[in-house]
């Protein structure tokens, strides 16, 4: 007659193996980061066909229609994975921009990843943020460059 306990070698041998299905979770996971960086710059990449996209760096300010100047203000924050590490997630460039449309200034945040930013009718969002962070590495405000897509 079968025993309605489980055989303990069972239960050892399923623990063993909820134990590798949890590890290849998380190996998954950290090049999860990887990809989703890749993913985000795709869709940038895809999207700046549908408007245009302007270079612009640290403390510059552009004329990007009549009457109408970009200002890349400071780096708010930078948490994007660093070239050399492992990470979980791809973390995010966070920056700030000072647009002024006749004589109108409005300050305002991109966030790289995240949905375009509606500021006086212009929707901007970020197609890319160098320098990419390296790990033990401090990269000066003043070094950094960001595309931007207006639409």
Known sequence: MPSAH????NTGFAALLLCASLLCGCSNNIMAGTSMASDQQTTASSSAAAGRA???SF????EIGPLQTLRFDKLVSDSRCPIGAHCIAAGE?????????????EQ??????KP?????GLRF??????????VHIQTP???YKATVLIN
């Open 59 to 62: 403390q510059q300010q552009l």
């Open 54 to 56: 302007v270079s612009i």
């Open 125 to 134: 969002s970020l197609a890319a943020v160098e320098p990419v962070p390296r």
């Open 6 to 9: 489980p055989h303990p070698g």
């Open 116 to 120: 375009a930013v509606l500021v006086q």
């Open 93 to 105: 460039a966070v920056l700030a921009f000072t647009l002024n449309v006749a004589g109108k200034s």
């Open 141 to 143: 405000e003043t070094a």
């Open 108 to 113: 305002f945040q991109i966030t790289s990843g």
